[in-house]
């Protein structure tokens, strides 16, 4: 497999204050990789660094070429963002979300059928406004309207935030399967290490946004201040 995405000696900064300190890793093409670390870490400006939402230096590489710009150029080049909090419009309709997230190009019945097969509740709750749903729902229209895009590369901030057990199970079925039936690559930010490492190929672990410890996902989960600190055993 060719690396998808390499970041290499990235730095972020919210006005004077440096978040990330020359984070390098990479993202394998058709993979899964997941992001961890406690809160202030460097997680989350990790994502917002890709995506072009906060000031940034260093090298920074999609398919082979250097990204540059906004959001609006991420979304382009074929990657989409699943901010943390889940970022719904919650005015609008279920099937209105959707429709924005192919705003970047013409979407397709085909678009929608694609989606309905991995979410297929959302044929029923079409008109339903956005603001009325589950939290676990809105995650899911989340995770729909980001994949109505076609992205190459999902970036997902803390999917699991504020979610139930059995919530958190189902969406992260949903993700493992859009990987693997669809060789969608994901990104994924998460504090709960036992389902982002049982997930994940590949780990990156954070210390004060910097990278601390990066290997295949089996390897971080035995070192000891993993357990330690994340699995608590």
Same mark, same amino acid.
């Given at each position: 497999m060719a690396a998808l995405l390499e970041l290499a000696d990235v730095d972020a900064r919210y006005g004077p204050i440096q978040a990330l300190h020359g984070? #390098? /890793?990479?993202v394998e093409e058709?993979?899964?990789?997941?992001?961890?670390?406690?809160?202030?870490?460097?997680?989350?400006? #990790? /994502?917002r660094a890709i995506s072009g939402t906060v000031r940034r230096d260093g090298t920074l590489r999609f398919a082979g070429r250097a990204l540059h710009g906004g959001p609006d150029a991420t979304a382009r080049h074929g990657i989409a963002h699943v901010p943390e909090g889940r970022g719904t419009f919650a005015e609008l309709s279920v099937w209105e979300n959707l429709r924005l997230g192919a705003y970047s190009r013409r979407a397709s019945k085909e678009d929608f059928a694609r989606v309905q097969r991995y979410f297929p509740w959302i044929e029923s709750r079409r008109s339903q406004q956005a603001g009325t749903l589950s939290g676990g729902e809105q995650q899911m229209l989340a995770l729909a309207r980001a994949f109505m895009q076609r992205p190459r590369l999902l970036l997902l901030d803390e999917p699991s935030l504020g979610l139930a057990p059995l919530l958190v199970t189902e969406i992260f079925r949903i993700i493992r399967e859009l990987n693997e039936q669809e060789g969608l690559t994901v990104l994924v930010v998460e504090q709960n290490a036992h389902i982002a490492l049982q997930l994940a190929q590949t780990a990156y672990v954070l210390e004060v946004g910097r990278v601390a410890l990066a290997g295949p996902s089996a390897e971080v989960q035995q070192h000891e201040s993993i357990r330690r600190s994340y699995l608590g055993y």
């Open positions: 984070v #390098t /890793l990479s058709g993979e899964i990789a997941a992001v961890l670390g406690a809160n202030g870490a460097g997680k989350t400006t #990790t /994502l």
